[in-house]
């Protein structure tokens, strides 16, 4: 499934914030697949329409899109050479979709940050040099076995040692990955899971005080945020623990009397599902109403190979319809009988927002 990993220099509130992840009891209960290792917390994607759509059918069962977020704890300067536990965690990185950088932006004077002072540029720069400096060591490993296949003619081995050898100059520059506009000639990018080419959304980790009103280390952060052609989001770690240990009423009083409206971390998984360009599609029936989490522009089969593969191996047809018009009509006979339920084949680019069922050989 889909995951995000968090990173950032020790001390600028990553535990902190996975705590408030991992202790989200509601989600974790509702979660459908069970095996999670500690350093793994679920966070539901919140959607309104998935809100909606379970007032009209009222069914017994509503489930969100899941996100995985995983706790990369331990990278430090130097982790690229080893340091620290810094390599392992490093790898660690490879399978995730995307990173979610914690920046401290936070001035408490009773917290020691590992550099001595609170340095938003500094401490990008820190993270972003390890990962460009795991990328040259895994791109350097692989050339000279892919270099080895050009000499036997291979095509492929070709373009492969092209692109590497520019994702090098890139990295040699100190350029991550994901502002090189390279193109991946021979697919071999993709094949290394190079971590640097990872999309990047930028946390600025910061005081109650400053919820509200950006402090001059988050104007900073923003700064560099928009440079990388990222996001930026600000959020108090410490207030998001609060909120994850109160039961859904107490924490719409305390997120009123903050001034928000709501927890920073529904934000950040609603931001994390925009940056992989993911769409939403929707089931709909008596026993459950659940939200599926598709690529865009996926086909009909693909859709439905999200809820089994049994369902894309036997595709027929899928019987699709709108929340427009499930507002309108409000029941599904009733959008039967006005003709509103369409009829689509494999070739159906499913649409961001859809309502779906399936109809499969078996
Ligand atoms: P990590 O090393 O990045 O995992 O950092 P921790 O989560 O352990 O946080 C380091 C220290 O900063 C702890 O003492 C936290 O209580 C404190 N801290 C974390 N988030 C915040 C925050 O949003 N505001 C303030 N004032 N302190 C925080």
């Not at 993270?127 to 490993?141: G, N």
């Not at 050898?165 to 990018?189: F, I, N, Y």
Request: proline share 4%; aromatic share 6%.
């Amino acid at each position: 499934s889909l995951s995000a990993g968090i990173v950032g220099l020790p001390n600028v509130g990553k535990s902190t914030i996975f705590n408030a992840i991992s202790s989200g009891k509601a989600e974790a209960a509702n979660y459908p697949f069970c095996t999670i290792d500690p350093n793994t917390g679920i966070v539901a994607v919140p959607d309104p329409r998935l809100t909606e759509i379970a007032d009209l059918v009222a069914p017994q069962k509503v489930i969100p899109a899941y996100l995985e977020l995983v706790d990369i704890a331990g990278l430090v300067k130097g982790a690229s050479r080893g340091e620290g536990l810094g390599n392992q965690f490093l790898g660690h990185i490879k399978s995730v979709d995307a990173i979610v950088h914690v920046v401290r932006c936070f001035d408490t004077t009773d917290i020691t940050h590992v550099d001595g002072s609170i340095d938003p540029q500094r401490d990008v720069e820190i993270i972003d040099m390890e990962l460009v400096l795991k990328d040259m060591e895994t791109v350097e490993k692989a050339l000279p076995r892919v270099e080895k296949r050009v000499k036997s003619g291979d095509k492929l081995a070709k373009q492969q040692t092209e692109t590497l050898r520019a994702a090098l100059r890139h990295l040699e520059e100190g350029t991550p990955l994901r502002r090189a506009a390279l193109e991946d000639r021979g697919d071999v990018l993709q094949e290394l899971h190079l971590i640097s080419a990872k999309q990047v959304l930028y946390v600025a980790n910061v005081d109650e005080e400053t919820l509200l009103e950006d402090n001059a280390h988050v104007q900073k952060l923003r700064e560099i945020a928009h440079a990388d052609e990222a996001l930026c989001l600000t959020l108090c770690g410490k207030i998001e623990e609060e909120l994850a240990e109160l039961e859904q009423e107490e924490q719409e009083e305390f997120l009123q009397s903050l001034g928000i409206s709501e927890p920073g971390l529904h934000r950040l998984a609603r931001e994390i599902y925009a940056l992989l360009g993911l769409h939403t599609y929707f089931t709909a029936g008596e026993k459950e109403v659940r939200a599926w989490t598709i690529p865009a522009k996926a086909l009909a089969p693909e859709a439905a190979g999200v809820i089994h593969t049994d369902f894309q191996k036997g595709f027929i047809k899928a019987r699709v319809y709108t929340l427009e018009d499930l507002r309108q009509y409000k029941t599904e006979a009733a959008l039967k009988e006005a003709g509103k339920i369409r009829q689509e084949g494999k070739e159906y680019t499913v649409q961001d927002g859809d309502i779906m069922e399936f109809l499969f050989n078996v």
